[in-house]
């Protein structure tokens, strides 16, 4: 709902950062695994109860995803590259819920519920991806992309903002993650109606 919005705001000092990092010979490939490292490693942490080092993993994740598609973007986005990005995201949105769910039985069933809503999301979202694609159809609203981005009202940004309120507030993880599914679920319904209306025959 707010990536489109905020790429005009963190694109520019990305891109700054992602220059000098592509002329130092740093590809978007390396970054992506990197971040994912570090996202894993904050869902290992979360799941010891280390929250606090959990979070800042997180923001660290975060900020590599957002440079290695700055970085992508001076040597020129690839097919592999795209599909290892969008593989590494999506590892870490299940891995984070699933490590609150390891670290108290209490958070077993919202956090199953919140990763059900996840994959959801993701079906709907790469199987729009594909169709879109198949038709020739082409948006910048997320930046340039490998693949068709279409919208949601839960996306990235909402995402990142709901791990951190996680991390900040455990005790209200279940509240958290049961409310947030709700919103993947309206998302799947947002853009079910969506291609509804693109992909008619």
């Known amino acids: 709902m707010f990536d489109a919005k905020l790429r005009p705001l963190i694109d520019p000092p990305l891109n ?27 869902a290992a942490a ?18 590599l995803d957002g ?11 690839s097919d592999f590259g795209g599909y290892c990005d969008i593989v590494a995201d999506f590892a870490f949105y299940v891995a ?16 199953l519920v919140l990763v059900a809503s996840f994959v959801l999301t993701g079906v709907s979202f790469l199987a729009f ?9 082409e948006t910048e609203a997320h930046g340039r992309k490998s693949f068709f981005y279409s919208t949601g009202f839960a996306e990235g940004a909402e995402t990142i903002a709901v791990f951190i309120a996680m991390c900040l507030f455990p005790a209200w993880f279940g ?8 919103l993947c679920a309206l ?9 509804m209306a693109m992909f008619k025959d």
Do not use: C
């Open 96 to 111: 984070i819920p699933l490590a609150f769910g390891v670290m108290a039985p209490e958070n077993t069933l919202p956090a």
């Open 129 to 137: 991806a594909t169709i879109a694609a198949k038709r020739g159809a």
């Open 16 to 42: 700054r950062i992602g220059r000098a990092l592509a002329g130092l010979g740093v590809t978007a490939n390396q970054l992506t695994f990197a971040g994912l490292g570090l996202g894993l490693g904050g």
């Open 46 to 63: 979360i799941a010891f109860g280390h929250i606090g080092w959990g979070l800042a993993l997180i923001l660290a994740n975060r900020l």
């Open 67 to 77: 440079l290695d598609g700055a970085v992508a973007r001076v040597a020129g986005p």
């Open 175 to 182: 509240v958290i993650a049961y409310a947030y599914a709700g």
């Open 187 to 195: 998302t799947v319904i947002q853009r079910s109606a969506l291609a």
